[in-house]
């Protein structure tokens, strides 16, 4: 189509029998913009192709012999041999596609036109190299780990990271040439672009909830952040990045912050901002406040975000409060993104939530991204859960003293990690009227001896770690009502694992239920009607464990 959106037209007529064959492909115009390459796995995509072979392996139509161990992880593996990639040239006048290269096993990536417009700089695995499009023939220029590039001329630069640490160079005589390299000055670095005139490096860091936008000058190396604190430019669930202009040194970047949805901006190379996006004027969050706060736990510093109800004013009346713990928790993090506090596919959900009266908190405890190797690595081993629920109940306190949270109405939720914690948290204190639980796992000993992870003596000698850590474990200490959600990703696992839990709350007389959602796999591919259904059950749900109000009938129904 042309750039106003007239004169749309569907290039390909695709007949590819694999699941997703266009998953995570790219696309690149040619220099006169006459051709349009793009990349196809005409097999499927690696995920599809993994999707199909475990529902074979797990609900096999023969005889299957199973030798344990990792052998079904071998066969799958075989398996994936058929992964092909292909990269096809489409004439944008005549239509006609022509399949250019094909490869087996490897993913094809376009990093970019040649000047002279019959060749490509295209990726293969972990080799860069010169596609000749009139020929097809394919000259390697440099094998190893490939991440940014750009061409200048004839020249190759590169940008990758290593540690955290930005390394940039150029591709010379096949070997990768180091003439900068630059420490972060944050952590979960994401490369986005190089400068139109390869003069900068622009990266995303993170730095708690902050998700700011750097460049690295590659004449002194300098940083310079151009993203304000508390906003973000990218998250996991939030990938878009920035992009250079092809013709200046101007950058085009998403940027938000927990009270704004994400709008496009423009900026010059040195950060100041030339225009702003109006995309989303909607004043429907205008009456919640957001607060970014912090606290000690112990001898750490942690941060959090907290949403407000309409109209709440601190030390004035002291609000019900929720307490919503992210998944992970290692490269799990709340984010200063409204996408993060709206999300309703098994996650926060918050303003919504706020909405209906309560103070949501969103703690970054210890095993969060984004505060350092330290702080991520203390939440593994014995203090897997122990670490991080010292952290949500110091919140808890913090909350208290500040006049924001009734002692008297508090509940707690969480998302995968954040479930296990959730419910984790529940026997160990009896704070919490009721808790909810959305896509976890817990039984991690049956979880790892399923999947054969971990140590032969962990699992099968000694099994303290896991039943210290497992929430199941804890059945006989949980008093709290617990809802449970559960997707088609857990029940792929060994059936459902939430229902033996269930059973055994449900045993000694504590309420339970769960709701499941066949069609929506962990914290993806929930539909609209999921998310509302997820909304509202987790209001009722709440208003009945804090304010003692019966569950309504469609409480019961689907």
């Not at 499009?133 to 020249?155: A, P, W």
């Not at 993104?337 to 918050?350: D, F, K, P, Y």
Request: hydrophobic share 35%; with cysteine; proline share 4%.
């Amino acid at each position: 189509m042309n750039r106003d959106g007239s004169d749309r037209r569907i290039l390909t007529q695709s007949t590819f029998g694999g699941r997703d064959p266009f998953n995570g492909t790219t696309l690149c115009w040619s220099p006169n913009s006459q051709h349009l390459a793009y990349v196809v796995m005409p097999n499927g995509s690696k995920y599809g192709l993994a999707k199909k072979m475990k529902e074979k392996y797990r609900n096999p139509d023969d005889i299957t012999i199973y030798k344990g161990g990792d052998d079904l992880y071998k066969k799958m593996r075989l398996e994936l041999s058929v992964f092909e990639s292909e990269l096809h040239l489409i004439d944008v006048n005549t239509l006609e596609d022509r399949k250019v290269l094909s490869v087996k096993e490897k993913m094809i990536k376009l990093e970019q036109w040649f000047p002279e417009g019959n060749s490509l700089l295209i990726s293969i695995g972990d080799e860069l190299c010169r596609l000749n499009l009139d020929n097809g023939q394919c000259t390697s220029l440099y094998k190893g780990r490939i991440e940014l590039t750009q061409m200048i001329g004839s020249e190759i630069l590169m940008a990758r990271r290593a540690a955290n640490e930005i390394q940039a160079g150029k591709i010379t005589d096949g070997e990768f040439q180091i003439e900068n390299a630059v420490h972060s000055p944050g952590y979960n670095n994401q490369l986005h672009t190089w400068s139109n005139d390869g003069k900068y490096i622009v990266f995303s860091a993170q730095n708690g909830v902050t998700n700011a936008l750097y460049t690295i000058s590659t004449s002194d190396s300098q940083v310079n952040q151009i993203t304000p604190i508390n906003h973000a430019v990218w998250s996991p669930r939030h990938r878009a990045g920035a992009k250079s202009f092809h013709y200046s040194n101007n950058l085009a970047f998403p940027l938000g912050n927990p009270g704004s949805a994400t709008e496009i901006v423009v900026a010059d190379i040195n950060g100041n901002f030339i225009a702003t996006s109006e995309l989303n004027q909607n004043d429907l969050f205008a009456d919640l406040k957001i607060e970014i706060v912090h606290y000690k736990s112990g001898d750490n510093l942690v941060e959090g975000i907290v949403v407000l109800p309409p109209g709440f004013k601190i030390q004035v009346k002291k609000s019900p409060t929720l307490v919503f713990l992210h998944g992970g928790p290692a490269n799990g993090t709340v984010t200063a993104s409204l996408t993060e506090l709206i999300s309703a596919r098994g996650e926060s959900a918050a303003f919504y939530l706020a909405l209906h009266g309560y103070a949501v908190f969103l703690p970054n405890f210890r095993g969060s991204s984004g505060y350092g190797d330290t702080f991520m690595e203390e939440a593994k081993g014995a203090s897997l859960m122990s670490a991080p629920y010292e952290d949500v109940i110091a919140g808890v306190k913090h909350l208290i003293d500040l006049g924001i949270t009734d002692p008297d109405r508090l509940g707690i939720y969480g998302s995968s990690f954040g479930a296990m914690l959730a419910t984790w948290t529940v026997a160990k204190t009896s704070i919490f009227k009721g808790a909810a639980a959305a896509v976890g796992i817990y039984d991690l000993l049956y979880d790892d001896r399923y999947g054969n992870k971990g140590s032969y003596e962990e699992k099968w000698v000694d099994k303290q770690i896991y039943k210290m850590n497992s929430p199941i474990e804890q059945v006989n200490d949980i008093e709290a009502p617990v809802l449970f959600f559960e997707t088609s990703a857990e029940r792929s696992l060994y059936g459902s694992v939430a229902t033996p839990f269930i059973n055994g709350l449900r045993s000694k007389n504590t309420e339970a239920y769960l709701i499941c959602y066949p069609k929506a796999f962990h914290n993806g591919g929930w539909n609209d009607i999921y998310k509302k259904d997820y909304m509202k059950r987790l209001r009722l749900w709440f208003d009945h464990c804090i304010h003692g109000k019966d569950l309504p009938g469609s409480f019961y129904e689907a």
